[in-house]
């Protein structure tokens, strides 16, 4: 019989490994800045100069660990946008690697393929890889601490493998809790696995052994004093409170529990559409490592799906879960079409022949496939958009605040004090920002409630309005100034009251900026001040 050997492993994983580089690689010193990878940034130049996490005035400590990742970058490649996302990058490369080795595993090698090239080419995995922040660390974490825990309930290991392998799900565990609080929710979702796996076997320990109640006991009292002391110490009111209490950019979806059910059915419509029919066919295929990754990713997707504030990255750690239960399915449909095309293929003549007309058959149905899914599926055509990112299709798309630097740093160094409702992008890009402009930022700083305007940020050190008062009273107190905006700011209600949009467009003058830039700069320039109390209240805050 005529057989065609598959490369390698280590050559699987190397040419896996190189399309997912090749692919983030590609506009990542230029792919659209988000406002929060600055934190990391600009505390990690802090870092390398002075051994600090200053940002400004104030400090940003939140995922430290990522930080010191981004610095040792910078340290290593410069002082830049493409430097400073490569940890991001090689953690999502090393995300698809590690799917691709799992599934692998449990499903074989078409399985493993199937679900390794889709992640690598999922637009929302592309875009995470590509910027400064930890997202990408974070899902690669959340996945080895889970695997980790299946391999233990599941396999057979030598008792150094098993010490290693817990020692391995430690440490992934700790890192995700350290980048992301999200980790409980994927902390719920595997145990809710490892009670419906355990549940039979723990019950007939516990009726043969007394020492397994024991040991029962003791855990779960050890469980309830750590509980106690969590209600004690505040620890669970703060974190239900982060669970319950919507901020204010995420108002429009706090009471949608359908937000990321829309969110999957508009990046891969069929996938969701057939999500049912695709776990039928897995559990029945592949068994134990369906039930695994159908369980963590139904559970992590009901637990934000009730949460406050949603958006798509906060589930993304969730997604190769589901997406290795279309793998195992799909691997059973392409077994499948390869066994029809044998039973077609049985009266042609010469096993060399037959052997290159169903491996043409099944290359031709593989490639309708792909066509199709490039056809029905946005996630596809995202990707390609980000690939080319041509003017006005890239997703993600951001304001151009690098080739704007040059036309506003002219406009900030004739002003007295510059507004901005991007703060730690004018801190990067334009090496200042006097005050903060952005409801968004000053409700996040003391939720539930509402700061008053003026509250300084302690993460940049910069005083943080968002009322037309509190603008005029910024105008009264200096001769001339500047208000930078982002376009889809001015009338965003998250950033700035209405009010507020008004009194920038109807009391001040514009700047005629690029419209391509996405950016938007209102300036004053007065013969008069007023010195009374507020204003050097105002100094004083900045």
């Known amino acids: ?105 449990v499903a074989g090698t078409t399985a493993a393929w199937i679900g390794g090239i889709v992640f690598s080419l999922d637009p929302g995995v592309v875009h995470l890889s590509q910027l400064a922040r930890f997202y990408t660390l974070h899902g690669l974490a959340v996945w080895l601490g889970a695997v980790g825990i299946y391999r233990l309930v599941r396999e057979d290991m030598s008792r150094p493998r098993v010490r290693l392998v817990v020692v391995g799900v430690v440490v992934a565990w700790v890192l995700a809790l350290h980048l992301q609080v999200t980790t409980l929710a994927a902390l719920a979702a595997v145990c809710g696995w490892l009670a419906a796996a355990l549940g039979p076997r723990l019950r007939a320990m516990l009726s043969r052994d007394r020492r397994a109640v024991i040991v029962a006991i003791v855990i779960v009292g050890v469980a309830l004093v750590g509980l106690a002391y969590g209600f004690a110490d505040g620890t669970l009111a703060r974190l239900w409170l982060k669970y319950q209490v919507t901020p204010s950019w995420a108002e429009q979806t706090a009471g949608e529990p359908r937000y990321y059910a829309w969110w999957l059915e508009g990046r891969y419509p069929i996938l969701w559409a057939l999500f049912p029919a695709a776990v039928v066919v897995a559990l029945v295929t592949a068994g134990p490592p369906a039930a695994f990754a159908t369980t963590v990713f139904a559970i992590s997707f009901l637990v934000q799906s009730l949460g406050a504030a949603k958006n798509e990255r906060y589930l993304y750690y969730a997604f190769p879960f589901f997406l290795a239960v279309w793998s195992f399915a799909l691997a059973t449909a392409f077994s499948g079409l390869r066994r029809l095309l044998d039973e077609l293929l049985l009266r042609v003549r010469g096993l060399e022949r037959r052997v290159r007309l169903r491996s043409a058959a099944t290359g031709a149905a593989t490639a309708g496939i792909f066509l199709f899914a490039y056809r029905t599926s946005p996630a596809v055509s995202m990707t390609a958009d980000m690939l080319r990112a041509e003017p006005g299709k ?39 920002g006097d005050v903060a402009l952005s409801r968004t930022v000053l409700s996040d700083l003391a939720r539930p ?13 910069r005083p943080v309005i968002t009322e037309p008062a509190s603008l005029e009273r910024v105008y009264e107190c200096y001769r001339t100034g500047l208000v930078l905006v982002e376009a889809h700011h001015l009338r965003t209600p998250w950033i700035m009251p209405a009010a507020t949009a008004r009194f920038l467009e109807t009391r001040l003058e514009e700047v005629t900026l690029q419209p391509a830039w996405g950016l938007r700069a209102f300036k004053w320039r007065r013969a008069s001040l007023l010195n009374g109390d507020h204003c050097r209240q105002i100094e004083r805050t900045r």
């Open 394 to 432: 890239r997703p993600y798309a951001q304001p151009d605040y690098a080739s704007a630097a040059p036309k506003l740093r002219l406009l900030t160094d004739s002003a007295d004090v510059v507004v901005t409702t991007a703060m730690v992008k004018s801190l990067y890009y334009l090496d200042r």
């Open 449 to 461: 409630h509402m700061p008053p305007d003026f509250f300084v940020d302690p993460r940049t050190g």
């Open 1 to 105: 019989m005529v057989t065609r050997r598959l490369p390698s492993l280590p050559l699987q994983v190397a040419l896996l490994a190189a399309l997912a580089v090749v692919v983030r690689a590609i506009h990542l010193g230029s792919a659209p800045a988000e406002f929060d990878e600055f934190y990391h940034i600009l505390a990690a130049r802090s870092w390398l100069a002075e051994g600090t996490f200053a940002v400004g005035g104030g400090e940003y400590s939140r995922s430290s660990l990522f930080t010191l990742l981004v610095a040792g970058s910078m340290r290593l490649l410069g002082d830049g946008l493409a430097a400073a996302r490569i940890p991001s990058v090689l953690a999502g490369v090393a995300w698809v690697v590690a799917m691709f080795l799992w599934t692998r595993k």
